[in-house]
């Protein structure tokens, strides 16, 4: 417990960001490459302390495809922000559709004890934990609770297992959110259309059941990143990018503090961190915030 009082209370200094997209609009490189302070227009560097401090979970097919070319040609960053560390989990999420057997808890053990690895390693600078992500990380613990879908009726999923389901996202949130490193999670969005001509379409987290809301409830910051293709930036070969901080999203707020000290379009998210009052690693910052 941390005692506080209304003038010094602090929620944390460390980020529990919920980040969304479409799928294919490079999600992964552009937050990979915020982290670590490599997009071009980034003055402040990044969020970490050194590029060993960024870990990336990874459940999606070629989930960071093509990532170095983009960081050290496209981005033209050093060699040595390759460092990061990787955690490739995107087999092991594939191996859960041949599971003959329903109840397995073999991957969620597994992503835990990574969790509890990188926990232990953020005792010292500033660290960062990317999933890559949520979306990939919940089908494939879904599918491992629900069973060979072919031989049962319906889904397989039952209340107990939408309980355990539930309980299992949970339990990983928690424990990779703990107070000494930013966790961000990349995850992909569900566009509701219009049922209306001057109706605006919704948006929410594409996850099965109510753990969707739940989960975006429980995180301190959400962004919708909008990628704006064939725009590049001045002098280089890289799509403008930025992070919507006031979106249309259905059922999820965007985060405390975001109308009061962030703008609409923040494009770099060490500043957007920094205006928000947490802590800042500035790795490779040519300028002090």
């Given at each position: 417990?941390?005692?506080?009082?209304g003038?010094?209370?602090v929620?944390s200094?460390?980020?529990?960001a919920?980040?969304?997209?479409?799928?294919?609009?490079?999600?992964?490189?552009?937050?990979?490459?915020s982290i670590?302070?490599?997009l071009?227009?980034?003055k402040f560097?990044?969020?970490?302390?050194k590029?060993?401090?960024?870990?990336?979970?990874?459940?999606?097919?070629?989930?960071?495809?093509g990532?170095?070319?983009?960081l050290?040609?496209?981005?033209?960053?050093?060699?040595?922000v390759l460092?990061?560390n990787?955690?490739?989990?995107?087999?092991?999420?594939?191996?859960?559709?041949?599971?003959q057997?329903d109840w397995d808890?073999?991957?969620?053990?597994?992503v835990?004890a990574?969790?509890?690895?990188?926990q232990?390693?953020?005792?010292?600078?500033t660290?960062?934990?990317?999933?890559?992500?949520?979306?990939?990380?919940?089908?494939?613990?879904?599918?491992?609770?629900?069973?060979?879908?072919a031989?049962k009726?319906?889904?397989?999923?039952?209340?107990?297992?939408?309980a355990?389901?539930?309980?299992?996202?949970?339990?990983l949130?928690?424990?990779?959110q703990?107070?000494?490193?930013?966790?961000?999670?990349?995850?992909?969005?569900?566009?509701?259309?219009p049922?209306k001509?001057?109706?605006?379409?919704?948006?929410?987290?594409q996850?099965?059941?109510?753990?969707?809301?739940n989960?975006?409830?429980?995180?301190e910051q959400?962004?919708?990143i909008?990628?704006?293709?064939?725009?590049?930036?001045?002098?280089?070969?890289?799509?403008n990018?930025?992070?919507?901080?006031q979106?249309?999203?259905?059922?999820?707020?965007?985060?405390?503090?975001?109308?009061e000290?962030?703008?609409?379009?923040?494009?770099?998210?060490t500043?957007?961190f920094?205006k928000?009052g947490l802590q800042?690693?500035?790795y490779?910052a040519?300028?002090?915030?």
């Amino acid at each position: 417990m941390n005692r506080q009082t209304g003038d010094t209370y602090v929620s944390s200094k460390f980020a529990k960001a919920l980040f969304l997209a479409e799928g294919k609009v490079g999600k992964t490189s552009f937050l990979t490459a915020s982290i670590l302070g490599a997009l071009p227009w980034q003055k402040f560097g990044g969020i970490v302390s050194k590029p060993e401090n960024l870990h990336i979970l990874a459940f999606d097919s070629s989930a960071l495809g093509g990532l170095a070319n983009f960081l050290t040609k496209t981005c033209g960053a050093d060699k040595s922000v390759l460092k990061y560390n990787v955690y490739n989990f995107q087999d092991d999420a594939r191996k859960v559709a041949t599971n003959q057997t329903d109840w397995d808890f073999a991957l969620y053990n597994q992503v835990s004890a990574v969790i509890d690895e990188i926990q232990t390693k953020a005792k010292v600078g500033t660290h960062a934990l990317l999933f890559s992500s949520l979306t990939g990380l919940c089908q494939s613990i879904q599918r491992s609770l629900q069973g060979p879908f072919a031989t049962k009726k319906g889904t397989g999923m039952d209340m107990s297992k939408w309980a355990a389901f539930s309980t299992a996202l949970a339990e990983l949130r928690s424990k990779a959110q703990l107070d000494n490193l930013h966790t961000l999670w990349e995850a992909h969005v569900y566009v509701t259309p219009p049922k209306k001509p001057d109706e605006e379409a919704k948006e929410s987290l594409q996850i099965d059941g109510k753990t969707g809301q739940n989960f975006a409830y429980n995180v301190e910051q959400v962004f919708r990143i909008r990628r704006q293709f064939q725009n590049k930036f001045p002098g280089t070969n890289c799509d403008n990018v930025y992070l919507d901080t006031q979106p249309n999203m259905e059922v999820i707020a965007n985060g405390r503090g975001f109308t009061e000290n962030l703008d609409k379009k923040e494009p770099d998210l060490t500043l957007a961190f920094k205006k928000l009052g947490l802590q800042i690693g500035g790795y490779g910052a040519k300028e002090k915030v």
